[in-house]
DNA sequence: CCTCCATCTTGACGTTGACTAGATGCGGTT
DNA sequence: AACCGCATCTAGTCAACGTCAAGATGGAGG
């Protein structure tokens, strides 16, 4: 987690009330109220200056840390990633049935949906494309965190289905990621919105592990 | 396709090189603008200044016509999804196979992510969320066009799986909404880009069609 | 105690979306 | 044919933005 025990303990010095010219732990501030900003107003609420002034700095700080409003992004989305691998291994720690495999792999889906839906800008960051800066190793290292959850718990259901050369079993990876990401997708797109597809109650992820365990 | 010829001859009649101080048919040429700007130079140089200045008008026209840059997002959308809509149905009907419904869903679902692929910035920019204005009509019909051009291949699959019940049937489009839609997004992402991912070539659309009707 | 330098502030510049007031000229009316 | 209403377009302005440059501050190591 990256635990600074040291910074922390100034960061939460800072917290209590004393203004200092130092901050002390400015970069995970400015982090925080990005995460606040995104979360509470929108992405486009999310500027260099509004996040200097929540975390109570001038407006040029931010540059010091970050270079420019790509850096503060990459910063954001290497948390969201971050925060979506743990949610998969949790979901995937805790599923329960009677096909530990296939409720696993439902569970995980469910998951990656629930995150999307439960940060939506955030999750239209991780996925921006050019707005990040892709040379930053630990945002590459998180993302490939999230993307190890997925391809865990399809590994077991590829192996069921025979899928044992590589090219196959990527290929089952990437459907079930493709899966589970368009329907996150439309879904804070408000694309399920539509009025004949809510009669039902709003839409749920059709479950994948039965459909791929289909005739196994 | 909204054809206006009068609008149309006084806008050749403009491109001709006279400049005059009513354009003849402005808002077309502010979406012709938007949308070479989106394809050569990406979302973020997409301004009202910019698609003005390469109308040729000054920098506060635009407001004229679409009332603010959201308005102008809606029109290049709108747009989009028309496009989207024709491509998805000239996919399905030049579709060709041993199985007709396997082969129209299937060619359908590669139209789509030819789509994003070819206009990464217009599809991000279709399924941005907030960034739209979703009580323009012309936007809603034009996507509700798309999603019709997808649920009618889907519609002879889920037959034939036995899918009869309403619910059961929507579900089937949306799995395969999700599946084509994440897919898309993942690649105009550079999400498909991971170097093990790519060691057999770059990665196709897994086809949904034969695990649809895998056991059927 | 003193110096170094990362950290933070202040000020400025060019660009943006949006708003206002005024100029223009097309299309319908007389 | 002359007129005029009004949609269309221009010009000017403002606050907010990202970014840069120059200076102030104060903690860490000698």
Redesign the interface.
Known sequence: MNFDATALRRYTHVMAGKDRYHHGDLRNALVDAGLQILETE?I?ALTLRAAAARAGVSHAAPAHHFGSLKGLLTALATVAFQRLADCLADASARADGSDPDAARLDASGRAYVRFARAN?ALF?LM????DLD?TEPSLGAA??DA?GQLTAVVAPIALRRGAVA??TR???E??V??????????A?????A?P??N??GP?E??G?AS??L??V
């Open positions: 929108g486009h939506p239209r996925f921006s494309g050019a892709w993302a490939e993307w590589r090219d990527q290929a089952l990437l459907l990621w493709s899966h589970v990401h368009g329907f996150s997708h439309l804070i797109s408000g694309q399920l539509k004949d597809l009669q039902s839409p992820l059709p994948i459909l791929l289909a005739g």
